[in-house]
């Protein structure tokens, strides 16, 4: 077996996030900057308190697969959602905020 | 003589000889330079295990889910402080195998906030006397810890901050450009972006051997009889008229009085078993160790401008880190993008460090909060008591931590140090935001 053949495989998806932009393409992970959990959604405005506190601080912190925004900062600026595995690091689908994304099952 | 009663005793009886068992637990029973020298003499083959391996019981007054710092902590003092002494520590790997053995080892107690300056100072003051108190040697090392600053602007609020540690009783200097100088030389003072002008010091901090702590705590704990079951996983929490009342694990069913969770990192899923919804998300965090080289460093410094700090081990490794990977992880491992930024950081403050080699590098998870701080308190369940959210600052905290949650489960009330550690602080708009970043975990 000569040296080359020994080197470990190097696989970008294991060291670091590729994510598909929708306008942009597969872009890495320093591109962009992490916006959080994209499943919560904003009350009414005359939602009572309750609703708002759900929404500004409670998270489901899913081990698994996870919803998520990824604001592409230094490409087109615009806000990608993304499902990821927050285990794994493995991403599932991206989309645009108006896309219903399939969450794999488990 | 007894040294060469236990070596002969070890090496030729079965444990079940009475004459064993007795210089066994007379040799157990304390650690010192004494009994080193007896063990010595004797090929150091008499050493015992420093805690049982415990068959769990069906029930106890008290169980801790989460044999790290804080679980085995918490267990202690229990024992040691109120006299609880039925109580399981249960642990899903080893004993020290999540964050307490994955951190940086740093102590210190320069925290602005009320909330948090007195909870930190007790831990202080907890780390000063804690080898004397549990008989085991956890290299406590007060060392310094330096806090650069760059600006007029970032030496202002560093005065605020140490004014503010002053007049609760921490110690605090701030020292000029000459005096960090004097003290850390090999620094890059006129760097170009960020030229050092000073820094805040807090004397009394430094480091601690972060494994020790927990093998100290649980050695302390099981002494006084408190049981540590490691390999046992948690897999649910039952529940009889609201009340959490057992366990389900993997080696069985185990009812308790109490419940106290002391997981951080998997604070959700703990909490979602008793249908608790918690104001935090795991993050992932990173730290490195160089190849083991000569003195170099001998205090903490923290690069808070250029995410990166820095001190150096006993055993000659530099342990550094930054800030958080800055997504949602439960993978104790991080990417390439954080190490390159906190490798960068670290060569624009002390460029000697450019020719060592990275040793190891690894990732913990973190409890982040939505506004940094931690939870010590009851819970909306009966019977169920939280430890958790301790972002990136648990280790610090570890002795506070238990000594505050044993005391919480004991009275089912918190102390005037933890009182301010709710789940309840967010809806009540008492958020203690020591960086005043808001609720985005990620940049907490």
Known sequence: ?106 | MVYQAARYTAAEHPASSLAFTFIQAALSMRYSALSILKQGLGGHRGWTRAWRDPTPKPAYDVIIIGGGGHGLATAYYLAKVHGITDVAVIEKGWIGGGNVGRNTTIIRSNYMFPSNTYFYEHSMKLWEGLEQDFNFNAMVSQRGVINLYHSDAQRDAFARRGNAMRLAGVDAELIDADEVRRRVPLLDFDNARFPIEGGLLQPRGGTVRHDAVAWGYARGADSRGVDIIQNCEVTGIEMKNGRAVAVQTTRGRISANKIGSAVAGHTSKIAQMVGLELPLESHVLQAFVSEGIKPHLDTVVTFGAGHFYISQSDKGGLVYGGDLDGYNSYAQRGNLPMMEHVMAGGMAIMPSIGRVRLLRHWGGVMDMTMDGSPFICRTPVDGFYLNGGWCYGGFKATPASGWCFAHTIANEEPHEYNRDFTIERFAEGRMIDEKGVGPNPWIQ
Not at chain 1, 2 to 20: E, G, S, W, Y
Request: some cysteine; glycine content about 6%.
């Open chain 1, 1 to 106: 077996m000569n040296a080359c053949a020994m080197r470990p495989a190097f696989n970008r998806d294991k060291i670091m996030h590729q994510i598909q932009c929708p306008w942009c393409g597969v872009r890495d992970e320093a591109e962009f900057q992490y916006k959080g959990d994209a499943t919560v959604v904003r009350p009414a405005d005359d939602a009572d308190e309750a609703g708002f506190f759900r929404y500004v601080y409670l998270r489901d912190n899913p081990k698994g697969w996870h919803t998520e925004w990824w604001h592409h900062v230094a490409g087109c600026r615009q806000f990608v959602k993304v499902v990821r595995n927050t285990l794994t690091h493995e991403v599932a689908a991206t989309g645009t905020p108006a896309d219903t994304l399939q969450v794999p099952e488990s």
